[in-house]
């Protein structure tokens, strides 16, 4: 058996390829396919099978476009109602690939069609190699059973997840290996492991989501303290369900010459996105512009801020457009309607006006002469924060910018200051002047050693 795992490290998101007797079968993959055609024909296989863990809300699937490619069968959860051609599965239904036997079992939580996939490496084996979870079990976490309006209350799902866990998963065999669909950095979890995998015994011992409690006492615990859920999550979900637009349905967008590009940012309507580092942007970056760095979450970040059905005029190192593009498509983020030809050096080239953001050192936060604010996650905020500083979740902060006073000198800060960025330039388009990010955060704070941090009490 050949088996590989395939990581998306943007998205935190893993897939798979197994492939026994000249056939294969990929589960969960991304929407750009290329990799998995590659591997399968170096490993002298054929993709006959695409399966789907559930419909995904976090990224657009490649299952229709591997299927087309490769004339491969979908599998999907029967309770997904999939829009386009595929089999229904249901539990206890197996495929082959060469002697590898796949076994589906229903394990609802995350959504209601949840699946998860027993592996066994050969056909007669009694104990299977592996499961692929999906997004039900996760090293050292279990998945979110909030993030999607579904037609079961919260509660009913956390319920459903619990069985799943404990009347299905954590019936397996100790040495049985757990591949999920995601890790750490994922919002599908609240706190995924960095591992990429475990086993159920590791799991069974160290998951703190899966210590011995009651039912009700999980159902608790895992619809508490849950983060943000990005805008972008539902319109995923359902591109999944009905079957997302193929590679050649969508053409990469026009470089548009620095007047043009002007011109299209003076008509209105489009949003302007800077994707470069977050050093070139303060520097220097076109009034208005949302900046969210390709060094990062940067997907992610724009699915939560923007809405789906906007305009974007794209601005990113010249070598950096297509995969600028490109990772915005595997969201369903497709409407860019041009990038700039030449990126800034070009924009400079001809005198168009730019504007610069200011950075801080985590010395000069600490001497004052600024209000703070913290755009970390509330986990992070209550864990510690600086004495005196606002928090305002970066994902609240379009809604919640009223809170602040437009008047004041703002140092904004987060972890490590990928997020700060991105919420200078959101307070900017928004209308406030005097707004600096603070280089490093609170990560390169505490490493200095600096004062004024608030702690959480030990055992809090």
Partial sequence: MHFRQFYVGCLAHASYLIGDGGEAVVVDPSRDVQMYLDEAEAHGSRVTWVLETHLHADFVSGHRELAARTGATIGVGAQAEAGYPHRALRDGDEIRIGGVRIRAIETPGHTPESLSFLVFEHDDDAKPWAVLTGDTLFVGDVGRVDILSSRLPVA???????????????RLPDETRVYPAHGAGSLCGRNISKDTWSTIG?????????????REAFVADVTRDVPETPRYYLYSRDLNRA??????????????????????????????????PSDAWAAGHVRDALHVSLDGQYASWVGTLLGPEQPILLIANPARSEEAVVRLARVGYERVIGTLAGGMDAWRAVGLAVRATPSLEVGALAAGGHRVLDVRRAREWEEAHLDGATHVPLAQLIERAG?????????????????????????????????ASVNGGMDAYRRAGLPGIVAAPVGA
């Fill in 156 to 170: 009913d799902l956390a319920g459903l997840m619990y069985d799943s866990l404990h009347g299905k998963l954590l």
């Fill in 202 to 214: 590791r799991e069974r011992a160290m998951n703190a989501a899966l210590k011995p409690m009651t």
């Fill in 243 to 276: 079957g997302p637009a193929l590679d050649a349905e969508r053409p990469m967008p026009p470089a548009l010459a620095p007047a043009a590009f002007a011109a299209a940012t003076r008509e209105g309507g489009a949003v302007i996105l800077d994707a470069r």
């Fill in 403 to 435: 809170e602040l006073d437009r008047g004041a000198a703002w140092a904004v800060t987060c972890a490590s200051g990928y997020r700060s960025a991105i919420a200078a330039s959101v307070l900017e388009r928004l209308g406030f002047a005097r707004v």
